[in-house]
């Protein structure tokens, strides 16, 4: 299966909210800072499908008298604790207000996987030093984070957003079992996957949904998928059990990543005193596994050929399972030719798949 993003390593930043603090001045105090909250909520991710991520903090309170004042508002990530990266800065105006007035004021700021980095904290804090403001508040989060740590207490609010940055695609394994059942399973441990769509028999051009090819001689659906499930599960079989078949699906995940599930299915026999071969094309460097499942009558012996040049010669017994790993000698594209020797009437079942994971 080839994967059409680079396959880069996922991280998890985590936009630390569970502790959001306000610090009020120790006099003479302008405003009274009594909530933030940060939009959108709940799990987040960057990838090819939203490359940059758009928040909204929105600072509340009430005011205490008609003199103007303003909140502080840094966002900043923390590279892993060795120094402090500001991504916003700057100093939100509290409009004058009566006593007791409340105010609530919107701050916008977007946020890519090139601003977060690796395996960091995205936090939103004061941008000046923890000390008395005599016209305002300043607001952070609290974490260990040096950017973000005050001295004195503070009101907790708003929950913890979990940013992933997710440019690896789904994986996809496919196997057969003994009755000749194509099961595929489809997996994304990341953002979770989207969709699972066949790429029916005929289709061409846009329909071809950025894969190279179509299904063939397969009767199956699509399975049902919530967004953000890390796994689902398909069975197909073969329209005309006699003939080959092939699955070619697209799968996305929730990010915008998305691979091409293209496993390949066929039976090869044997004729005595005739060598039979079957040749297949175009073959991705993706599906590099080939199980060879023995049939009862059997093959007695299949020659892999890959590219033109002699892979390996196999020797089986009836109802014996093999499993090939053709990796060393894959390109971007392959010729792969079996060639089965064995009594009249003897085959075995092929499926070419990606590797099994593990």
């Given at each position: 299966?080839?994967?059409?993003?680079?396959k880069?390593?996922?991280?998890?930043?985590?936009?630390?909210?569970?502790?959001?603090?306000?610090?009020?001045?120790?006099?003479?105090?302008?405003?009274?800072?009594?909530?933030?909250?940060?939009?959108?909520t709940?799990?987040?991710?960057?990838?090819?499908?939203?490359?940059?991520?758009?928040?909204?903090?929105?600072?509340?309170?009430t005011?205490?008298?008609?003199?103007?004042?303003?909140?502080?508002?840094?966002?900043?990530?923390?590279?892993?604790?060795?120094?402090?990266?500001?991504?916003?800065?700057?100093?939100?105006?509290?409009?004058?207000?009566?006593?007791?007035?409340?105010?609530?004021?919107?701050?916008?700021?977007?946020?890519?996987?090139?601003?977060?980095?690796?395996?960091?904290?995205?936090?939103?804090?004061?941008?000046?030093?923890?000390?008395?403001?005599?016209?305002?508040?300043?607001?952070?989060?609290?974490s260990?984070?040096?950017?973000?740590?005050?001295?004195?207490g503070?009101?907790?609010?708003?929950p913890?957003?979990?940013?992933?940055?997710?440019?690896?695609?789904?994986?996809?394994?496919a196997?057969?079992?003994?009755?000749?059942?194509?099961?595929?399973?489809?997996?994304?441990?990341?953002?979770?996957?989207?969709?699972?769509?066949?790429?029916?028999?005929?289709?061409?051009?846009?329909?071809?949904?950025?894969c190279?090819?179509?299904?063939?001689?397969?009767?199956?659906s699509?399975?049902?998928?919530?967004?953000?499930?890390?796994?689902?599960?398909?069975?197909?079989?073969?329209?005309?059990?006699?003939?080959?078949?092939?699955?070619?699906?697209?799968?996305?995940?929730?990010?915008?990543?998305?691979a091409?599930c293209?496993?390949?299915?066929?039976d090869?026999?044997?004729?005595?005193?005739?060598?039979?071969?079957?040749?297949?094309?175009?073959?991705?460097?993706?599906?590099?596994?080939?199980?060879?499942?023995?049939?009862?009558?059997?093959?007695?012996?299949?020659?892999?050929?890959?590219?033109?040049?002699?892979?390996?010669?196999?020797?089986?017994?009836?109802?014996?399972?093999k499993?090939?790993?053709?990796?060393?000698?894959?390109?971007?594209?392959?010729?792969?030719?079996?060639?089965?020797?064995?009594?009249?009437g003897?085959?075995?079942?092929?499926?070419?798949?990606?590797?099994?994971?593990?």
């Amino acid at each position: 299966m080839r994967a059409i993003f680079t396959k880069l390593s996922c991280c998890i930043c985590l936009a630390v909210l569970t502790g959001w603090a306000i610090r009020l001045p120790e006099a003479h105090a302008a405003i009274s800072v009594t909530a933030v909250k940060l939009s959108p909520t709940g799990p987040q991710f960057i990838g090819p499908g939203q490359p940059t991520l758009t928040f909204t903090a929105t600072v509340s309170g009430t005011g205490a008298g008609n003199l103007p004042s303003s909140i502080n508002f840094r966002a900043c990530d923390d590279d892993l604790g060795t120094s402090n990266d500001t991504l916003v800065d700057s100093t939100l105006p509290v409009s004058s207000t009566a006593s007791g007035g409340s105010f609530s004021i919107p701050k916008s700021f977007s946020l890519s996987c090139l601003d977060i980095g690796g395996n960091e904290h995205v936090v939103v804090g004061d941008s000046s030093s923890h000390t008395s403001h005599s016209n305002g508040a300043q607001v952070f989060a609290r974490s260990p984070d040096a950017c973000s740590t005050p001295s004195g207490g503070g009101i907790d609010s708003s929950p913890d957003v979990q940013v992933t940055c997710d440019f690896v695609a789904p994986t996809c394994t496919a196997t057969v079992t003994p009755t000749h059942e194509l099961h595929v399973t489809v997996q994304d441990s990341a953002s979770g996957l989207r969709s699972f769509q066949i790429i029916p028999e005929g289709a061409t051009g846009g329909n071809l949904l950025g894969c190279s090819s179509t299904s063939l001689n397969l009767s199956g659906s699509a399975p049902s998928i919530t967004p953000g499930t890390p796994s689902v599960n398909a069975v197909f079989t073969r329209a005309d059990s006699t003939k080959g078949a092939r699955l070619i699906a697209k799968v996305t995940d929730v990010a915008g990543n998305f691979a091409c599930c293209d496993p390949e299915l066929l039976d090869v026999q044997a004729k005595t005193g005739f060598p039979r071969i079957q040749t297949l094309d175009d073959i991705p460097r993706s599906e590099s596994r080939v199980d060879i499942i023995n049939g009862s009558p059997g093959l007695q012996i299949l020659g892999v050929v890959v590219n033109r040049a002699l892979f390996q010669v196999v020797l089986l017994k009836d109802n014996e399972e093999k499993s090939l790993d053709l990796s060393r000698v894959m390109k971007e594209s392959n010729t792969i030719v079996f060639i089965a020797g064995g009594k009249s009437g003897g085959s075995a079942t092929i499926l070419i798949a990606e590797p099994t994971s593990g």
